[in-house]
């Protein structure tokens, strides 16, 4: 009986897509080099979504995930296969029974799987005689097993699996304008998950934000998870930017922009105290950080004018003409 | 390898993708229902999308992948999909992957649906002379499509039917009902509302356009075709629908009505050059008014349903 186990090295840091799909990407060449730059190249890094009351669940509410993860896949011209879903309509067993086999057809030729365990984290095994999936969570080191059966069942009500395949060649330059463009839309669509609109993004989500630290009914664990997510992406894009700007001088302010706001940072994460063994934000600095977060609302507000003006001196074909694919409403 | 499947054979009557589709299930034998019953069941005859200026391209303005995948998910038909822009630079990738899912599907004796101009079916290949044969429904003989040129620019896009999974019929149609309540409310995200009108307020937009005469000649020719079809489907998936639930009695009528006055309006524009713009409005009018009052009969049959779901009454 075949099995397989590559055995990847997955660790949570950035978004869990992010540490995901470096996992798997790096192990088989398709990308090389560090991980902002792949939260960069791919937009990742630049979404951002606060659900009204700090629900952890913010950090991976994006939009939907097949709308929101395939354009920046496309973007550093790696080949994609992926499905999802909703587990209680009727179709999802065959859609499963379906993913089972490209799944493991996948990793047959040395490629993981991302999966949404929840968060993402990645299939990196299987063994046919237990009929069993590896899962990896970036946490432990340790694997989960999955029932071939059960795959994709989870508490919640979604299902996600992304296999990937060959690769063209994108001139850095075109990557890095159309991460850009990616991240002019996660900034200017207040709502990345209609019809709902409980969940806030880009310059909207600061607002959200703000608005629950004030008035202080909020999920303690997620408003940390937030802050911790929101510092580590700040991180990443000023990285990403300190680069891009030796490829586009014009983003030098942007980067500069940036830097400024990493210097509030420290300040945001003071907010954060430990009390016996739990982390959480120190309701007595709640006045602090809003300020700190409106200052760095104002920076990247001006950061996104860069990149649009940078973006409006170069045709942008894939946003002229109306696609027949993208944004819609689950049904 | 040369494999075709001589019995598959489009004919545009929905002049939708429900004639591709349909040409594609009755070949595998996984539907023997009419093109009316199917167009109502996957609630694609429900959608009703105009470009304000009444081009062509309208009534096929949407999200093929997501919503020709909802057709398919709706009838209990597990689909595959996909597409992109063909200047996209993974194109090559994925049109490479495309011609090996089409011809595997073409293998195991399904033709599959591609766009090509319209929604097609892929109903063979040819691998030593590199091309997909289509049936297109314009002419008897299969098309050639070689295989460096699928995709139609700009768009390429192709589904595969995979497997077909018994659902309860009546379910199957008071959902469609559901979809028909939100397509007649809800304009398509998709979309820009300036220069596209959904629903309801395609009608409105039809007229707005009749009125300044800043329009298509030849795409109202075409959107007129595609609607009036879509509004005859309708009004014979009703005739069926009422006889299961006597209820849906004045929907039924209400839609008839629609039916009329777009076959009406559609005998007009085709036949006439200049028919009277006072009378084709008139003719609008009518429509929208009975369609509103069919959805009104469909969501007091559906009101628990609707209730259940407030918010967002087209999630399942």
């Known amino acids: 009986m075949p099995n397989v186990r590559l055995q990847l090295d997955m660790k949570r840091e950035a978004k869990s897509y992010i540490d995901s799909l470096y996992a798997i990407l790096t192990a088989t060449g398709l990308f090389g080099g560090p991980k902002y730059r792949l939260s960069g190249l791919t937009g990742m890094a630049f979404k951002f979504t606060v659900h009204e009351r700090l629900l952890p669940l913010s950090v991976s509410a994006y939009g939907e995930w097949i709308n929101e993860h395939r354009p920046g896949i496309d973007n550093l011209g790696i080949y994609t296969v992926l499905d999802a879903g909703r587990t209680r309509h009727p ?211 001006r950061t996104v004018d860069v990149f649009r003006s940078l973006s409006e001196r170069y045709p942008d074909p894939r946003r002229s003409i109306i696609p027949r694919w993208g944004i819609h409403t689950p049904k | 390898m040369t494999v075709i499947l001589t019995n598959v054979k ?31 069941m996957t609630s694609a005859a429900f959608r009703f999308t105009v470009n304000r200026r009444l081009t062509a391209e309208g009534p096929t303005a949407y999200n093929w992948i997501a919503e020709n995948f909802l057709a398919a998910d709706f009838i ?51 691998d030593e002379r590199q091309i997909l044969l289509l049936s297109n429904g314009r002419e008897e003989e299969m098309e050639q499509l070689p295989y460096h040129s699928f995709g139609c620019n700009p768009y390429w896009y192709y589904q595969v039917l995979e497997n077909r999974i018994p659902l309860d019929h009546l379910e199957v149609c008071r959902e469609s009902l559901m979809q028909a309540v939100y397509r007649w409310e809800t304009h398509d995200p998709m979309l820009p509302e300036s220069e596209y009108a959904c629903g309801k307020s395609a009608y409105a937009a039809i007229t707005s356009a009749l009125q300044n005469g800043e329009y298509d000649r030849e795409g109202w020719l075409a ?28 929907a039924a009528l209400q839609y008839a009505r629609v039916a009329e006055a777009l076959e009406e309006m559609n005998r ?44 967002d009454i087209a999630l399942r």
């Not at chain 1, 299987?126 to 069942?153: A, K, P």
């Not at chain 1, 934000?209 to 999920?219: E, M, N, P, S």
């Not at chain 1, 990443?236 to 706001?261: D, F, K, N, T, W």
């Not at chain 2, 929208?288 to 209730?307: G, P, V, Y």
């Open chain 1, 91 to 301: 179709t999802f067993r065959h859609y499963q029974q379906d993913a089972v086999l490209w799944v493991k057809e996948s990793l047959n030729r040395g490629v993981g799987v991302i999966y949404w365990i929840p968060e993402f984290g990645i299939i990196d095994g299987y063994d046919e005689e237990d009929r069993v999936f590896f899962v990896q969570d970036g946490w432990s080191g340790e694997s989960q097993i999955v029932l071939y059966d059960n795959l994709g069942l989870n508490f919640t009500e979604f299902w996600y699996c992304q296999a990937f395949g060959g690769k063209v060649d994108i001139p850095l330059e075109a990557m890095i304008l159309e991460s850009l463009r990616l991240a002019i839309y996660d900034w200017d669509t207040p709502h990345k998950t209609l019809p709902n609109t409980d969940i806030g993004s880009g310059r909207l989500a600061y607002d959200f934000l703000i608005r629950a630290l004030k008035q202080g009914d909020y999920d303690e664990g997620g408003a940390v998870y937030i802050l911790d997510s929101y510092c580590y992406s700040r991180e990443e894009i000023c990285a990403y930017l300190q680069e891009a700007r030796a490829v586009y001088p014009e983003l030098g302010e942007a980067s500069r922009l940036y830097e400024e706001l990493i210097g509030i940072l420290p300040l945001i994460r003071d907010g954060i105290i430990e009390t016996s063994g739990a982390r959480k934000v120190d309701r007595n600095q709640v006045e602090l950080l809003t300020e700190q977060f409106a200052a760095a609302q104002q920076l990247e507000d």
């Open chain 2, 76 to 126: 209990g038909i597990a689909a595959s999909s996909n597409a992109g822009f063909t200047f996209d630079a993974t194109f090559p990738l994925y049109r490479d992957a495309a011609i090996l899912q089409i011809k595997k599907a073409i293998d195991d004796g399904t033709g599959a649906v591609i766009w090509k101009d319209r929604f097609v079916v892929a109903a063979g290949y040819d």
């Open chain 2, 10 to 40: 489009m004919t545009i009557e929905s002049e939708s993708y429900i004639d591709a589709m349909h040409a594609v299930l009755t070949h595998k034998g996984w539907t023997t229902y009419s093109k009316p019953m199917l167009a109502g």
């Open chain 2, 268 to 311: 007009l524009v085709q036949s006439d050059d200049m028919p009277a713009i006072e009378r084709l409005i008139v003719l609008l009018d009518e429509a929208c008014q009975a369609e509103e009052k069919a959805i009104m009969a469909i969501k007091l049959f559906m009101r628990e349903t609707i209730d259940i779901r407030k918010g």
């Open chain 2, 223 to 250: 959107v007129i075709r595609s609607y009036a079809a879509s509004k005859q489907n309708i009004r014979s998936y009703f005739t069926v629908l009422e006889t299961y639930w006597p209820s849906l009695r004045e």
